[in-house]
């Protein structure tokens, strides 16, 4: 993570929910112009949907969709449990829409017609929050059994030896480790750890979790860190026994 960004510099994903398709055709060119990998939703139920599956670091949501109402995709996200900052795009300018928006969880509402650079700014600064916490858990060590997550420095030691981690097994390493107690699918840690577009196949994720084992359990055929959820996928444990 460089800069408070995610890895390799790149800014966050930002997925837009607008029926508009010139206005959000707009916004998605801006904000890719800045950096941000962008999605892009049509209607309500193809934004929560993409929402959920995505995990995007903020949604820009229009409130007047088809399918689903704005409101309702937001109170859905947060029902689910998605953190990401969420800014509203609406027309109606009164105090009272604005403020159910707040109280759904919406972190900005911004009301149409709306300059281009403002929104942009507007981004930039919801996303602010986030990165600062970003940077403060880089400083913090994670540490399980003999093994000490440095996520600064990128690395990882057993014992008083470095770990020889290859870039997806510390990224992958690192999602479990902070998610510990959590069982996660194939299909999800592909996504959080390689990426949306990557075109891989659940077996990558065995391999490496086969890999990882060898490297930070002290009896890879019987892990108590990295298990095996039957029917599901793998979750990480502080040092339960058991796979």
């Given at each position: ?5 995610p890895?390799?510099?790149?800014k966050?994903?930002?997925?837009v929910?607008e029926?508009?398709e010139s ?12 950096g941000y ?7 309500g ?22 399918r ?15 953190g ?26 911004v009301?149409k017609?709306f ?20 940077r ?20 990882a030691?057993?014992?008083d ?45 065995d ?26 996928g ?6 339960s026994?058991?796979?």
């Open positions: 993570m460089k800069n408070g960004y890895q390799d510099g790149q966050e994903t930002i997925l929910v029926d508009d206005l959000a055709r707009g916004i998605a060119h801006n904000l890719r112009f800045e990998r962008v999605l892009q939703a049509a209607d139920e193809e934004g929560l949907r993409l929402a959920c599956d995505a995990r995007p670091d903020l949604v820009i949501l229009d409130l007047m969709l088809p689903m109402k704005g409101l309702d995709v937001l109170a859905a996200l947060r029902e689910a449990g998605v990401a900052q969420v800014i509203i795009l609406s027309a109606r300018s009164q105090e009272a829409d604005k403020v159910a928006g707040l109280r759904v969880g919406a972190d900005d509402y009301t017609p300059g281009v650079n403002e929104l942009v700014a507007r981004v930039e600064a919801a996303l602010r929050r986030p990165r600062e916490a970003r403060r858990e880089a400083e913090e060590s994670l540490a399980f059994g003999d093994v000490t997550i440095l996520p600064g420095r990128r690395q030691t057993r014992g030896a470095e770990l020889r981690l290859t870039a997806r097994e510390f990224d992958l390493l690192y999602f479990l480790a902070t998610h510990p107690d959590r069982p996660f699918d194939r299909d999800t840690l592909l996504r959080q750890v390689w990426g949306w577009e990557y075109e891989g196949t659940p077996r990558t994720i391999n490496f979790i086969r890999g990882l084992r060898l490297k930070i359990e002290v009896d890879p055929s019987s892990p108590r860190y990295l298990l095996t959820v039957l029917g599901v793998y979750r990480f444990s502080r040092g026994n058991g796979s």
